[in-house]
């Protein structure tokens, strides 16, 4: 079939033409329809162009009621159906510039509130330090007492240490006089060891010989007396000998005694002249000594007086180690808690800090971000609106991007486009509804992880306001859209040339030939509040904890929740696949586990119109239940 290109702007400027030229038939000479570039889309010129046209068509179209008016009803809907699409593209660039303006004002505020909650956080710890100063004021002069004393008594250590150093000198230069003496007393010492070596050989000697008389007296004895009788004579003889031995050896004793008596005496009058000496010496020493004594006293004194201030020196530390800890714990505590805001009920901290700002910043704060965006231009008016929180404000995704934003353009005759975008739970899946100029509504689904295609294909789902799919398209990755398939009227279906894998059903709506629609978008796209999480445990926590029953037939298990009203929940799970049903056994939802371990939501019942008693998605087996 050959597809003919028509100019849609140049069609609808047509149609209003046709229309002015079919009411100028019936109205007074001299009456003109004007004809405004504004009746059409945002492209003036165009509209401008096809207005030099107008004369022309007058004069072409000047018969025929009904032919005139069937061509401008089709020519109208041809032009509604530009103004449409060239809307949309409007609405795209629209939504962008209202995002920037949103962003800058966003960005605005965001740098606003850093700065003023940067100055609360700086009020807040000044007060706190100021709570903390008279405590650390109190401490830092009883540690200036403390230094105080520790310097005197430093002082005072350093005097005494110079009263020791002076004491070592004199007692050195003292030793130092008395070493002459100390060199005779070594000298006298050696000389009595050596006269004590000597005299003890003189008595040695002596008695040596004396034994060698005596050995020779006694040996005579013996020869005299041995085998006989001696004499009187010679007995006296013998006894005489001995006194006379006995007298020498006695005389010979005296003579060296007196010797060594007199070499003796001689040392010690050198030893007592000597002491003599030593002993001038004595009031100098007592007097050193009595001073060491002294300073040792005081030196005991100050290492007293020390440990007294090392005690004193304890609990100051311990008690500024509590408050460092204390204010360090209040800054820790401090820095995790929000900035002050008036809604928190505190005192505002600038209050105490006049310095850094008064009662209340001097900055002036930007505007709000804007929760709508509007503009009339000289092609109509736009207006975009951003879904709002309880609060308020723009509900937006982890990302920071509106969840919702509905874009409506209104040209200049009354014509509106409406267009609405919201992103789903799951990244990059989005649902956009538009409305158009003719009231009709579509519904485009895009899914950004499909499971069919694999990885980073997406599919695009464009719907009517029924849910009916259209159209299916699909995107592989760094690629552009491209349509896969198109919903036919019933009679073509022979020949419609479907792709395998997407279902089809035909539906008959009054006034058109009965259609064969596509598969409907997965529910995790259409359907915003499942029964169950992913996790297979009920979304709505008013249930019961539920309890499971193993070992069903196909290795499934079934959890049965309860609400408190007494319905019943049932959620089988058995391999890739899950069930949640109802207590009469009716499938409400069926999960699907993907290549990637993950489940989503495949079919829901809201998706379908129930026909008859049998339930759209079945029920779960008996063994099941």
């Known amino acids: 079939m050959t597809r003919v290109s028509i100019d849609y702007d140049l069609m609808y400027v047509l149609a209003r033409h046709v229309w002015h030229l079919r009411d100028e038939m019936d109205v007074p000479a001299g009456l003109k329809h004007s004809f405004e570039a504004s009746d059409i889309g945002p492209r003036q010129e165009t509209a401008g162009e096809l207005a030099n046209f107008s004369s022309a068509w007058k004069k072409a179209f000047t018969e025929g009621w009904q032919v005139m008016t069937d061509l401008g009803n089709l020519l109208d809907e041809i032009g509604k159906a530009f103004y449409d699409g060239d809307a949309q593209t409007t609405a795209g660039a629209a939504s962008m510039a209202a995002a920037y303006q949103r962003q800058n004002v966003k960005a605005a505020n965001d740098g606003y509130k850093q700065r003023q909650d940067a100055l609360y956080k700086r009020a807040e710890a000044a007060n706190l330090e100021r709570r903390h100063r008279p405590g650390q004021l109190y401490l830092e002069r009883q540690q200036r007492e403390l230094e105080k004393k520790r310097a005197a008594l430093q002082k005072e250590q350093d005097a005494q240490a110079k009263r020791q150093e002076d004491l070592t000198q004199r007692q050195n230069e003292l030793q130092k006089r008395q070493e002459p003496l100390r060199q005779r007393q070594d000298e006298l010492d050696r000389r009595q060891q050596e006269l004590w070596r000597r005299q003890k050989a003189e008595r040695a000697e002596l008695e ?90 005081d030196q005991a004194a100050t290492e007293e007086a020390q440990k007294q201030l090392d005690k004193d020196q304890e609990p100051l530390t311990r008690r500024a180690e509590d408050m460092q800890k204390a204010y360090a714990a209040e800054q820790e505590e401090l820095a995790k808690k929000p900035a002050w805001t008036p809604e928190s009920g505190e005192p505002n901290p600038l209050h105490m800090n006049r310095e850094l700002g008064g009662d209340a910043p001097a900055e002036t704060p930007p505007p709000p971000v804007p929760t709508a965006y509007e503009r009339d231009d000289d092609n109509g008016h736009t207006k975009i609106e951003y879904k709002l929180n309880a609060d308020g404000e723009i509900e937006v995704d982890k990302n920071g991007n509106p969840v919702e934003t509905t874009t409506t353009i209104t040209n200049k005759n009354g014509l509106t486009y409406t267009e609405t975008y919201r992103s789903l739970a799951r990244e990059g899946d989005s649902v956009t509804t538009t409305q158009g100029s003719d009231g009709k509504v579509t519904k485009v689904y895009v899914d950004a992880n499909d499971e069919f295609y694999g990885k980073g294909f997406q599919r695009r789902y464009v719907t009517d306001e029924k849910g009916n799919t259209l159209q299916v398209w699909l995107k592989a990755p760094d690629g552009d859209w491209t349509l896969q398939n198109e919903a036919k009227p019933a009679e073509d279906s022979e020949d419609s040339g479907d792709e395998p894998g997407l279902d089809v059903g035909t539906v008959a709506v009054a006034g058109q030939p009965p259609m064969q629609y596509l598969e409907r978008p997965p529910a995790y796209l259409t359907v915003d509040k499942p029964m169950v999480d992913a996790t297979g445990k009920p979304a709505d926590d008013t249930f019961s904890p539920g309890k499971t029953t193993s070992n069903l037939p196909g290795d499934a298990t079934r959890t049965d929740y309860t609400n408190p009203d007494g319905s019943g929940l049932h959620v089988v799970t058995a391999g890739i696949s899950r069930y949640v049903a109802d207590d009469k056994g009716e499938i409400q939802e069926v999960w699907q586990k993907n290549r990637y371990g993950d489940w989503y939501l495949k079919d829901s019942i809201t998706q379908h119109e129930r026909y008859g008693d049998e339930p759209p998605l079945g029920m779960i087996g008996e063994n099941w239940r």
């Open 208 to 297: 040596a010989g004396f034994a060698a008389k005596q050995d020779a007296l006694d040996k005579e004895r013996a020869a005299l007396t041995a085998g006989r009788q001696p004499s009187r004579e010679q007995m006296d003889e013998l006894r005489r000998k001995q006194q006379d031995l006995w007298q020498e050896q006695e005389a010979a004793q005296k003579a060296l005694e007196g010797k060594q008596a007199k070499e003796q005496n001689g040392l010690n009058g050198e030893r007592d002249a000597l002491r003599k000496e030593q002993d001038a010496f004595t009031p100098e020493w007592d007097e050193l000594d009595k001073k060491q004594h002294d300073l040792w006293k």
